[in-house]
């Protein structure tokens, strides 16, 4: 049990890094600052997430476990506002004037 | 168990840190911020990861503030701040092309 | 450990290659965007260093509080402005005085003793006198109590300096620098959603600081970052300075602080002496205390001074 538990939190984390070298590349190397901010999401919803969810078998319940939770939930709602604002912010700054609605 | 762990953090850091990159090259000021919001994500995953490596107290909770706080500097930046007087003026923010000042 | 030597080597690098990179970016936006990020790295250096408590402060603050306060001054900047671009004099002496500073700095570093001196043992063995866990608000609150202490005034000085820039037809109105006119969408959700989880982390700072890092400021500088929050999208209205609600709150810790250090004269023998087996208790009130007090100066730093036109009723 203690192997596999060990074994999930290697392949979990491993993941979440993968997704960490993902949103960067695509940060680094996606076209346009619309594309590069959906990289960024992922690396803040998946990255983190996998982690958190790595991380999950080996610290405390319940405190432990339940503070990991809490702040992937917060990333997740800073980044589905950094998100709108940012890319509000982009699209006006580009084009010089409103998005559609 | 925890070397890995360690070297994990480690990866995140070093992934995201090339990220630093668009901060320096921009183009636009969101492109910086998102590798900002980018490296904050990261630093997360970093503590949380370093938090249960070296069981250190008060690395998670620094984790749950950067978490928390995550989305500020994206709602600082596109706070359109009121100008003397109290009186709001979206364009007086910085990076708008069309700004009149 | 070659790993961590290669780690805090990486970590260094970055740093120095930000501030360098922050000093000479050509748009104040892109600089306190530099700066931000120096921050937070700066915050993994201090938890490097096991200063959590350090850690902590630079977070709340680097991330929560100093994004407005330098954006907001980077916003109202006119820009390229003559004023705004110094000199080749100025900037040669700034130059000068912050080598001097670091060679300082340096030279400090050099020369402690390989077994520098240290307190952290005597600090340790009294903390089970305190009631306390941590050494850190042992130090803050009981054997340096009398620097947090005045430390806590400042906080109601530097606001009554801010206040003091105000026009004479603008007192007693209601600050007006945070208000944005239309706030999006996203953000009112934010400022709907976030504000209770971060009372929530504010007040389990403050609490766990007997403990644990944490402590008034870092609850109260959340709290803080929580209003402000609120105060941006026009959720809240900022208080009038003339009320006296605000202002209660504002001196209630340091007023605390500085009566039961008055009243340690008689309790426990000397200015700001805890009576025996009250230590606890007594920390806690003032650190519950200071943290509101804070957490209202800070956010009334942020709202700037007030303005008369800013509320319905001039």
């Known amino acids: ?101 | 168990m925890s070397e890995f762990l360690l070297i994990a953090a480690l990866c995140v850091l070093g992934t995201v840190a090339l990220g630093l990159v668009v901060i320096l090259r921009g183009p636009t000021e969101a492109d910086r911020l998102s590798a900002a919001q980018l490296l904050g994500t990261g630093g997360v995953a970093a503590l949380l990861l370093l938090g249960v490596a070296t069981d250190t107290t008060g690395v998670a909770d620094l984790a749950l503030v950067l978490a928390l706080l995550a989305a500020f500097a994206a709602v600082a930046f596109i706070t359109p701040f009121g100008t003397n007087g109290g009186r709001a003026d979206p364009v007086a923010q910085p990076d708008r092309p069309q700004d009149p000042e | 450990m070659s790993v961590a030597l290669a780690a805090d080597a990486g970590l260094a690098l970055l740093i120095l290659g930000l501030a360098v990179w922050t000093s000479i970016a050509r748009t104040a936006g892109g600089a306190v965007i530099g700066f931000m990020a120096y921050g937070l790295l700066v915050a993994l250096v201090w938890v490097r260093l096991a200063a959590v408590d350090v850690a902590l402060t630079e977070a709340a603050l680097g991330s929560g509080l100093t994004g407005f306060v330098l954006l907001g001054a980077a916003a109202r900047l006119p820009r390229d402005a003559p004023a705004a671009r110094p000199g080749w004099g100025l900037r040669l002496a700034a130059g000068v005085v912050s080598a001097a500073v670091a060679a300082g700095l340096a030279a400090v570093v050099l020369l402690l003793p390989v077994s520098a001196p240290t307190l952290a043992p005597a600090a340790t063995a009294n903390l089970p006198a305190l009631g306390l866990g941590n050494p850190v608000t042992g130090v803050l609150i009981a054997y340096r109590a009398i620097d947090t202490l005045l430390e806590s005034v400042v906080l109601v000085l530097a606001l009554i300096g801010l206040w003091s820039l105000a026009r004479d037809g603008d007192w007693g109105g209601r600050p007006g620098a945070l208000r944005s006119a239309d706030p999006s969408p996203a953000l009112v959700l934010l400022a709907q959603v976030l504000p209770p989880l971060g009372i929530l982390v504010g007040i389990y700072l403050f609490w766990t600081g007997a403990i644990a890092p944490g402590g008034a400021f870092q609850g109260g500088t959340v709290l803080a970052a929580m209003w402000v929050l609120t105060l941006v999208t026009g959720l809240t209205r900022p208080p009038r300075v003339g009320g006296r609600g605000v202002r209660l709150l504002l001196v209630a810790g340091p007023a605390l602080f500085l009566a039961i250090g008055v009243a340690g004269f008689w309790l426990g023998g000397a200015f700001l002496a805890y009576p025996a087996g009250y230590a606890k208790p007594l920390i806690l009130a003032i650190e519950a205390a200071l943290t509101l007090s804070i957490a209202v100066a800070l956010g009334l730093l942020l709202a700037g001074p007030p303005l008369a036109q800013s509320g319905p009723r001039a």
């Open chain 1, 1 to 101: 049990m203690t192997i596999a538990l060990t074994l999930f939190t290697i392949i979990t984390v491993a993941l979440g890094v993968v997704f960490f070298l993902a949103g960067t590349v695509g940060l680094l190397r996606f076209p346009d600052t619309l594309t590069r901010l959906h990289a960024l999401t992922k690396a803040d919803n998946l990255g983190l997430g996998l982690v958190v969810l790595g991380l999950l078998p080996q610290v405390a319940w319940p405190f432990g476990g339940l503070k990991l939770i809490a702040v992937w939930l917060l990333a997740l709602l800073a980044g589905a506002t950094v998100g709108p604002l940012l890319g509000h912010a982009a699209w006006t700054q580009e084009r010089g004037r409103e998005p559609p609605p």
